[in-house]
């Protein structure tokens, strides 16, 4: 199966794994499953980086390759479709990045692993804790 890992789940592997549901810890340990991460949580990332909202004592670009790594990921690209998409979504949010992980779940039909729960209002399937 095919998920998309939302930039919340990613990092509490990274850094806290018990922040995560036990379905949703099968479904990364799962090496069957596809897992993508999104071009949009990278940039959210480097963004929460520069203004002091995360800390990585490896540097950005090590955490990242290493936790890529870790759990078995693969990039999705951010695709002009994904960014068309984003205008037809309810405003459930604001957050510019979920909003283009969102429509990037109903673009590319993958479900998502989020531990944020307003993802379920969308009408994207997943394991919203």
């Known amino acids: 199966m095919k998920y998309l890992i939302d930039t919340n789940i990613f990092l509490f592997a990274l850094e806290d794994p018990t922040r995560i549901s036990k379905k949703a810890l099968r479904i990364l340990e799962d090496t069957t499953n596809d897992l993508f991460l999104s071009h949009a949580s990278l940039w959210e990332i480097s963004i929460k980086l520069s203004i002091g909202k995360l800390k990585f004592q490896r540097g ?13 990921l693969q990039i999705l690209p951010i695709r002009s479709a994904h960014i068309y998409k984003v205008s037809d979504l309810p405003f459930h949010h604001n957050d510019p990045f979920d909003r283009l992980i969102i429509s990037q779940c109903l673009v590319e039909k993958l479900p998502i692993l989020s531990s944020d729960k307003i993802f379920s209002k969308y009408k994207v399937s997943g394991i919203f804790r």
């Open 60 to 72: 950005l670009e090590k955490t990242m390759d290493l936790g890529m790594e870790k759990l078995g």
